[in-house]
């Protein structure tokens, strides 16, 4: 079992950085693929970006170059360091853990509830 918690959200301007961690309890997050996904109001849940257990990063085209996964082994956290938010950024934003195929994509076994991220124009 793997319990996940995310923290860091918040209201950011346009144009401002925001990094929302996501601690892993139970099992080490080394050894695992990480996601982070987010949820728009009225909108399905997307993939924003991915890292895999070896190090591997993966990002949505709507984030590329501008948001970046990083993994603290030390700490088993997760971050998504977000720069240039705009405000289509704003949703619900979900780490994952453990994809059962994809790692862009859902199911993913693990589900953290999630951390309210406000970009205002």
């Known amino acids: 079992q793997v319990q996940l918690v995310e923290s860091g959200g918040g209201l950011v301007q346009a144009g401002g950085s925001l990094r929302v961690s996501c601690a892993a309890s139970?099992?080490?997050?080394?050894?695992?693929?990480m996601g982070w996904f987010r949820q728009a109001l009225g909108k399905e849940r997307e993939f924003v970006a991915g890292?895999?257990?070896?190090?591997?990063?993966y990002y949505a085209d709507s984030v590329k170059g501008r948001f970046t996964i990083s993994r603290d082994n030390a700490k088993n956290t997760v971050y998504l360091q977000m720069n240039s938010l705009k405000p289509e950024d704003t949703a619900v934003y979900y780490c994952?853990?453990?994809?059962?195929?994809?790692?862009?994509?859902?199911?993913?076994?693990?589900w953290g509830q999630g951390t309210q991220v406000t970009v205002s124009s």
């Open positions: 139970g099992r080490t997050v080394s050894s695992k693929n």
């Open positions: 994952a853990a453990d994809p059962r195929g994809s790692l862009y994509e859902e199911p993913y076994d693990y």
């Open positions: 890292i895999s257990w070896s190090g591997a990063m």
